[in-house]
Every structure is written in C-alpha cells, then in structure tokens.
C-alpha cells in the first residue's frame, strides 16, 4: 500500500505533541498490517467529509484518509474530534 499525506496533514501532524505523533506512527504501522483492524475504529465520514474515512488514533485525536484506490490512501488532516468534525 502507498501512503500519501497532503500539506494540511503535514502542517497539523508538526504541530502535535511528539507523545501524539508516535502514537499515530504505531498506529499507521497496525493500519498497514490489517486496515480492519478493530482497535483502528476505521469507519467512512459523513457530511461534508463524505467519502472520505477516519482512524482513531487516541481517545480524541483522529486522522482522516482519502483511499484513492484500492492500493493508495491520502491522509487528510489530524487532529481533535472538535477541530475535525465542526
């Protein structure tokens, strides 16, 4: 699978704590393994972020992926469930 990240997603991810950003990467690498991984919480946004997906990294911070095609996924932003969803 190829991972991409866009601007947004780089400029957000920089900003969080290092505690954060090693949390996502543990979390990446068990998306990589098995997208349909349970602990993921993988589910398809609705609204204006329609067809596009979220993962659940901690209890509050979420990324959210565009799939491109069946073998190459955009990550989006990250963030709090606030910052993303409102």
Avoid: C, W
Avoid at 27 to 39: A, D, G, K, Y
Avoid at 48 to 53: A, G, P, T, V
Wanted: charged share 30%.
């Amino acid at each position: 699978m190829t991972v991409g990240y866009s601007k947004k997603f780089k400029r957000q991810y920089k900003k969080l704590p290092k505690s954060i950003q090693d949390k996502f990467n543990e979390r990446l690498i068990i998306f990589l393994n098995n997208q349909r991984n349970p602990s993921l919480g993988v589910h398809r946004l609705h609204g204006k972020l329609k067809n596009l997906y979220s993962v659940k990294i901690t209890g509050d911070i979420r990324a959210v992926f565009d799939e491109i095609d069946s073998d190459v996924i955009e990550f989006v932003a990250i963030g709090s469930h606030s910052e993303l969803y409102t």
